[in-house]
C-alpha cells in the first residue's frame, strides 16, 4: 500500500512538472521571477489591416519593430518580462489590448502603429510618439480618430465603449476631464523615444497629446508610437525594409533602457501625480482658498527639476504664478479659481496658446484631490 502511495506521488508530480514545461513563458513566470514588465503592442491586425500603403500594410509593418523592440529587450535585459499583445497576424480589441497589460500589471505599455495621411500627393513624413490626454490641434484629433475608429468592426462596441463615437469630436468632450496619474512618467518615455528616432535621423515630429483609447484604458504608463507615414513612397520603403524595421525596433529599445535606468527625469511637460508635499507658493497670492473648504481649480503649466527664477522665460509671461513641489519636481501653476468653467475658460483664452499641453487641476485647501471628485462637488455645489 506505501508503494502504491509513493508511486502515486511521484506520479502527479511528474505531470505537474510536464505542465509546467508546456506553459508559455509570459503566462508562467512567476512574480518574483521578473523585476520590470512591459506590454508590447503591434496595432492592428488580423481582418484590421490598418492604413494601407501602395506596397504594404501598417499590421504587417507594426507587428515586424513590436518582435524586434520585445526580443531586443528578452536578450538584454534578463530582470525585464516582455508581453506581447498579438506576436502574430490576429485581431485583438482594443479594450482587450489595455485588459492584457493591466492584467500583468505591467509597467509600461507601448502600442507601436504607422501613420497615414489622405492626401498621398502631400510628402508628410516622420515620427510622433502620444500619450493620452486632450488633443490641442485638429491634426493630432484625426491622428486618434483614425485609431480609434478599430473599435467599429468590434460587434459590441457600443456597449464596450458606452457609446463612444470614434468620428464625433464630440465624444472626445471626455478627454478634458481625463488627470492620468501616470502621465509625468508616459511623457518622459515619449520624450526618448523621439530622442532616439533623431539620433537616427528620423523627421521628428514631437511628443503630443490625444485621446486614444487603448491608452485610456490602460493603469499604467503608455504611449504610442506612430513609424512614420506609409502613404509616403520613400517613407513606406523604409518602413518595410528590415534594415528599417531594425533601426526603429532599436530607437524604441534603447529609449526602453533609458527610461527603466530612470534617465531623463528632469521633463518640462505636465506631470500630474498624488501630492505627497503642501503647496509652496512663489510669493503670497490672495483666493478663495484662503476662506473656503470647497475645492480650488488651477491650471498646471509646466515641470522643472528646481524653482525657476522669479520672470523665468519658460513661464511665458504668465503673472502670478504658484508652484507646488511632488515627486522631487516642482510645478507651476497659474490662476485659482472655486468655479471650474471661470478656470476652463482662463485656460483657453489665455494658456492653451502658450502652453498647449497644459491641464486643470484640484486642491482642497493645500491638498492636491482628484480632479473629477472636485468637479462632482463643483457640480453639486451649483445645484
Same mark, same amino acid.
Given at each position: 500500500m506505501r508503494i502504491r502511495r509513493n508511486y502515486i506521488i511521484i506520479l502527479l508530480s511528474g505531470i505537474l512538472a510536464c505542465l509546467a514545461m508546456l506553459q508559455p513563458d509570459s503566462l508562467y513566470a512567476s512574480p518574483t521571477d521578473k523585476t520590470f514588465t512591459v506590454v508590447i503592442d503591434a496595432g492592428h491586425g488580423g481582418h484590421d489591416p490598418g492604413a494601407i500603403g501602395k506596397r504594404g500594410r501598417e499590421k504587417n509593418i507594426n507587428l515586424s519593430v513590436a518582435l524586434k523592440v520585445g526580443r531586443l529587450i528578452k536578450e538584454n535585459c534578463p530582470d525585464t518580462k516582455v508581453i506581447y499583445t498579438r506576436d502574430k497576424d490576429i485581431f485583438v480589441p482594443l479594450h482587450r489590448r489595455a485588459e492584457i497589460a493591466n492584467n500583468a500589471k505591467a509597467d509600461l505599455f507601448i502600442s507601436i502603429h504607422t501613420n497615414s495621411i489622405a492626401s498621398?500627393?502631400?510628402?508628410?513624413?516622420?515620427?510622433?510618439?502620444?500619450?493620452?490626454?486632450?488633443?490641442?490641434?485638429?491634426?493630432?484629433?484625426?491622428?486618434?480618430?483614425k485609431e480609434n475608429s478599430v473599435i467599429l468592426i468590434e460587434d459590441d462596441y457600443t456597449q464596450q465603449y458606452a457609446g463612444f463615437n470614434p468620428n464625433s469630436s464630440e465624444s472626445y468632450i471626455i478627454f478634458e476631464f481625463l488627470q492620468d496619474k501616470n502621465m509625468a512618467q508616459s511623457v518622459n518615455f515619449a520624450q526618448l523615444v523621439q530622442?532616439?528616432?533623431? =539620433?537616427?535621423?528620423?523627421?521628428? *515630429? +514631437?511628443?503630443? &497629446?490625444?485621446?486614444? #483609447?487603448?491608452?485610456?484604458?490602460?493603469?499604467?504608463?503608455?504611449?504610442?508610437?506612430?513609424?512614420?507615414?506609409?502613404?509616403?513612397?520613400?517613407?513606406?520603403?523604409?518602413?518595410?525594409?528590415?534594415?528599417?524595421?531594425?533601426?526603429?525596433?532599436?530607437?524604441?529599445?534603447?529609449?526602453?533602457?533609458?527610461?527603466?535606468?530612470?534617465?531623463?527625469?528632469?521633463?518640462s511637460v505636465p506631470q500630474p501625480q498624488q501630492a505627497d508635499r503642501q503647496v509652496e507658493t512663489e510669493q503670497p497670492v490672495v483666493t478663495e482658498e484662503a476662506t473656503t473648504s470647497r475645492p480650488v481649480f488651477k491650471i498646471?503649466?509646466?515641470? =522643472?527639476?528646481?524653482?525657476?527664477? *522669479? +520672470?523665468?522665460? &519658460?513661464?511665458?509671461? #504668465?503673472?502670478?504664478?504658484?508652484?507646488?513641489?511632488?515627486?522631487?519636481?516642482?510645478?507651476?501653476?497659474?490662476?485659482?479659481?472655486?468655479?471650474?468653467?471661470?478656470?476652463?475658460?482662463?485656460?483657453?483664452?489665455?494658456?492653451d496658446s502658450k502652453f498647449s499641453d497644459a491641464f486643470i487641476i484640484a486642491f482642497r485647501g493645500e491638498q492636491k484631490m482628484d480632479v473629477n471628485q472636485a468637479i462632482k462637488e463643483f457640480k453639486n455645489n451649483r445645484k
Open positions: 498621398r500627393t502631400a510628402q508628410v513624413s516622420g515620427t510622433e510618439t502620444y500619450t493620452l490626454g486632450l488633443h490641442q490641434t485638429q491634426e493630432n484629433l484625426e491622428v486618434a480618430k530622442k532616439q528616432f533623431r =539620433a537616427e535621423n528620423r523627421t521628428d *515630429k +514631437g511628443v503630443h &497629446q490625444a485621446g486614444f #483609447l487603448v491608452l485610456r484604458e490602460t493603469t499604467m504608463p503608455s504611449v504610442l508610437i506612430e513609424l512614420g507615414y506609409i502613404t509616403n513612397p520613400a517613407e513606406e520603403r523604409f518602413l518595410l525594409s528590415d534594415a528599417g524595421s531594425s533601426t526603429l525596433a532599436r530607437s524604441i529599445y534603447k529609449a526602453f533602457l533609458n527610461y527603466k535606468q530612470g534617465k531623463g527625469k528632469d521633463v498646471q503649466i509646466l515641470t =522643472a527639476s528646481k524653482v525657476l527664477p *522669479k +520672470g523665468s522665460r &519658460q513661464l511665458k509671461g #504668465l503673472s502670478p504664478v504658484d508652484y507646488y513641489r511632488e515627486g522631487g519636481l516642482v510645478k507651476y501653476t497659474y490662476g485659482a479659481e472655486t468655479d471650474y468653467n471661470k478656470i476652463l475658460r482662463l485656460k483657453r483664452n489665455k494658456v
